[in-house]
């Protein structure tokens, strides 16, 4: 079993409930070997000594949720995601529960893949990354403001520079930014002591950035981004705010 890792604290991790109280191991980023197949299980497309990646989000599956009907997963309102819900990836032996075999959440890898376990643990969250920039239509040639150095932020520059756009990647922590000019990308922000506002429209000579990305979960960095953003620009709050300051404060006349 192999298990990627995202910054999860000491403060999080007692306030996950569900299937054990809490008491369970994390993890959600999961690639492993199949060890035994249920007899129940009808025509699996994988067999015991199979290397396997697991879809962590599981719906709630029922006739009226229209997400699970679409195929959502985790949209489901009552999505009970493994790692969160059910015990993760941080373990030696997982049970996959019988809702996500169902709905296909155990996908096998080609077997003659020579892709690392380690690789292949951040199919997770490269596929987040992929299906938010779906939605963004990064075009040749546009300025791309990513805000957040960690490894999702450093995600979204490579996605973002393999379209052909010009990265600009800002950073607080000065390790991180440090890091991450390894990858090259065309300009960097240490928001820790620049004017981020100022920063972004002097590198774009004035007319904003065209796409938007919030890969840190600091509310004051989404309000300056919001107004760093070019005419026609699309911004994306890829990650979350703490529950208890989620709120963001919006100029209706930006």
């Known amino acids: 079993m192999y298990e990627g890792t995202k910054d999860v604290t ?49 719906g709630c599956r029922k006739n009226g949720c229209r997400a699970c009907k679409e195929g959502n997963y985790n949209m489901c309102k009552n999505n009970r995601p493994i790692g969160y819900y059910y015990p993760g990836g941080f373990a030696e032996y997982i049970l996959i529960q019988d809702a996500a075999v169902k709905q296909g959440a155990i996908i096998p890898v080609p077997e003659n893949s020579t892709v690392s376990d380690e690789h292949l643990a951040m199919v997770e969250p490269l596929s987040c990354v992929i299906n938010g920039q779906n939605y963004l239509n990064i075009k040749e040639g546009e300025y791309v403001t990513v805000v957040g150095a960690g490894p999702i932020g450093l995600m979204h520059s490579l996605l973002a520079k393999t379209k052909g756009a010009k990265v600009i990647l800002a950073e607080y922590s000065s ?80």
Do not use: W
């Open 10 to 58: 000491k403060e999080f991790v007692p306030q996950i409930k569900g299937y054990g109280e809490g008491k369970f191991i994390i993890g959600h980023e999961i690639v492993g070997t199949v060890e035994e197949i249920g007899s129940e299980v009808k025509n699996p497309t994988y067999k015991v000594g199979s290397r396997v990646i697991i879809v962590t989000s599981i």
């Open 175 to 254: 390790a991180r930014l440090t890091t991450a000019k390894e990858f090259g990308f065309d300009h960097y922000i240490a928001t820790k002591d620049t004017d981020f506002v100022q920063a972004v429209l002097d590198l774009t000579h004035k007319e904003g950035t065209d796409v938007g990305i919030v890969a840190c979960s600091v509310n004051k960095v989404a309000e300056d981004l919001l107004i760093t953003m070019a005419m026609k620009g699309r911004l994306s709050f890829f990650a979350g705010f703490p529950k208890e300051n989620s709120i963001l404060k919006l100029d209706g006349n930006i």
